[in-house]
């Protein structure tokens, strides 16, 4: 695979139309990627390298500032059970203050994802796992502070 290691690993998809023959096969694509010259505002989105937290994991919880941004952290506590985990910030500058989301990415969390999809991406078709509710929220609300595509649609 060509690009930089970790480059593919989130991937914004969308609902295919329904088929003009009713059912799918199990080859055919459920869904489609989103590009950002389909939705501009998507470049707006910073990602940060993803990096394991644990209990002691610096920065866990905090925003652009250094402060609190509210989100409950989700940092596991020396000897509460909890392994550590590897998780990616999303933020915004369309969006105030710090409006962000913390997807978590290790590769069990991942793997373990109960919403899959068939996604197409350009002549291939692919799996891909939903990283939930959370992040989908913060995607709607990047579109439609850009203005831009519908967020509905997305």
């Known amino acids: ?19 003009l023959v009713p059912g799918t096969r199990d080859d055919e694509a459920t869904h489609r990627f989103v590009t950002q010259r389909q939705c501009p505002s998507l470049a707006t989105i910073e990602a940060s390298l993803p990096v394991a937290v644990g209990g002691t994991a610096e920065g866990e919880g905090k925003g652009k500032d250094g402060e609190g941004d509210g989100d409950g952290g989700g940092s596991a506590a020396p000897g509460d059970g909890k392994s550590s985990r590897t998780v990616m910030r999303l933020s915004s500058d369309l969006l105030p203050g710090d409006d962000c989301v913390r997807i978590d990415v290790t590769e069990t969390a991942v793997r373990s994802s109960p919403v899959r999809y068939r996604a197409g991406l350009w002549d291939d078709v692919v799996e891909v796992a939903d990283v939930g509710d959370e992040a989908a929220d ?17």
């Open 1 to 19: 695979m060509l690009g930089l290691d970790g480059d593919r690993r989130l991937m914004i998809v969308r609902p295919r139309p329904p088929p």
């Open 138 to 154: 913060f995607v709607r609300r990047v579109l439609a502070a850009g203005g831009g595509a519908d967020p509905g649609a997305i």
